[in-house]
């Protein structure tokens, strides 16, 4: 059984930056991970995912330069380093993974997490 458990999340002010894991069991090796975020009646949103060999990213035009995603294969752990947090990073941010490549459609992941929410006052 896969499991994926995001932790991290929290109440943060403008330029602050906050780190997010996932910790995840069970799952299959050769799985490319990632991050999500969605807001009350929008659509989930890439914000950055990372292949299992750690050779490719990729990122959402509205967080490069801001956000680093990592990966530690040891721990089966991913993280999101949030740097220069805006109001509009405010969301609930979810980890994700799918069995191969590198997509942007939340549609094509397989295993999720049962999110954790990222707000950032002004």
């Known amino acids: 059984q896969v499991q994926l458990v995001e932790s991290g999340g929290g109440l943060v002010q403008t330029g602050d930056s906050l780190k997010l894991s996932c910790a995840a069991s069970g799952l299959p090796s050769g799985y490319s991970m990632g991050w999500f975020r969605q807001n009350p009646g929008k659509e989930r949103e890439l914000v950055a995912a990372?292949?299992?060999?750690?050779?490719?990213?990729t990122y959402s035009d509205s967080v490069k330069g801001r956000f680093t995603i990592s990966r530690d294969g040891a721990k089966n752990t991913i993280y999101l380093q949030m740097n220069s947090l805006r109001p509009e990073d405010t969301a609930v941010y979810y980890c994700?993974?799918?069995?191969?490549?590198?997509?942007?459609?939340?549609?094509?992941?397989?295993?999720w997490g049962q999110g954790t929410q990222v707000t950032v006052s002004s």
């Open positions: 990372i292949t299992s060999r750690r050779d490719r990213t």
């Open positions: 994700a993974a799918r069995d191969v490549g590198l997509v942007n459609v939340a549609a094509n992941y397989n295993y």
